[in-house]
């Protein structure tokens, strides 16, 4: 287990971000792999998050049992797994920094169109489920998510513009990356990530881990549906901007 104290100023607040995005703020938990990756290699960072997201998973799928869409789970799902394992396959010769700077690009640019539309009261309709995009946008959210670590802003691309309400669209993608992370398990483990100090440190973790995802679960509860939205957008806007940063920098 790693016990460097410097290792654990920047690991806790890191789970914390993510504990909050799990019980419903999407997109604070894109800065958690930063800021671990500061004091550890990126590649030990993810490997020691993914334990520790699939405990948040545990506590954010039973906050959420009761509110989640299952025909939107179902087509993701099939999408992101097979976004995986072109991840897992192609992960030595595709560029993370040049995943991380298109999915920046597009989130930028959903995000920002949609608060225009809002601010302008020009709020389009609903857009339902549908297996083309939901299939594409799951595939893109599993092949992000195994490369760069970055599959959430796809999923919201895909899911914000049908307008679920607020709890259905936090439960949807609790269950969706609950999936998700299972289903990385396999390649983990045979890229030799999963090991006995890994597990352990994840393990020290867990305590702040539950806690801090069930107070991301009673916040947003307190936050009305609307101003969770704008409030998502917003952090989408900033999470594409880390991303255009980061993949911009690493390809300059």
């Known amino acids: 287990m790693i016990t460097d104290p410097l290792f654990y100023a920047a690991a806790i607040p890191a789970v914390t971000l993510l504990g909050l995005a799990k019980g419903g703020f999407s997109g ?63 992960a030595a010769q595709v560029s993370d920094a040049a995943i991380k700077l298109a999915v920046g690009l597009i989130s930028i640019a959903f995000a920002a169109r949609r608060l225009v539309l809002e601010r302008g009261g020009r709020e389009p309709k609903a857009t339902p489920a549908d297996l ?21 802003p796809p999923f919201q691309i895909y899911v914000m513009p049908q307008r679920l309400s607020r709890d259905v669209f936090v439960g949807t993608g609790a269950v969706v990356f609950a999936l998700i992370n299972w289903i990385k398990v396999p390649p983990y483990l045979a890229l030799g990530q999963m090991t006995a100090e890994n ?29 969770f939205y704008t409030a998502v957008y917003v952090l989408l806007v900033f999470v594409g901007a880390k991303l255009v940063y980061d993949g911009a920098s690493a390809l300059l």
């Open 28 to 90: 604070l938990g894109m800065l958690s792999l930063p800021l671990m990756a500061l004091v550890v290699s990126p590649v030990q960072a993810a490997a020691i998050m993914l334990p520790t997201l699939i405990v948040q998973d545990v506590v954010s799928v039973w906050a959420y049992r009761y509110t989640w869409d299952k025909r939107n789970v179902v087509i993701l799902v099939v999408g992101a797994t097979s976004g995986i394992l072109t991840g897992y396959l192609l």
């Open 132 to 152: 083309p995009r939901g299939i594409f946008w799951g595939w893109v959210t599993g092949f992000t998510s195994m490369i760069a670590h970055a599959g959430g």
């Open 199 to 227: 597990m352990a440190t994840a393990g020290a973790l867990f305590p702040v881990a539950i806690a801090s995802t069930w107070a991301g679960v009673i916040l947003v509860r307190r936050v009305s549906g609307q101003l």
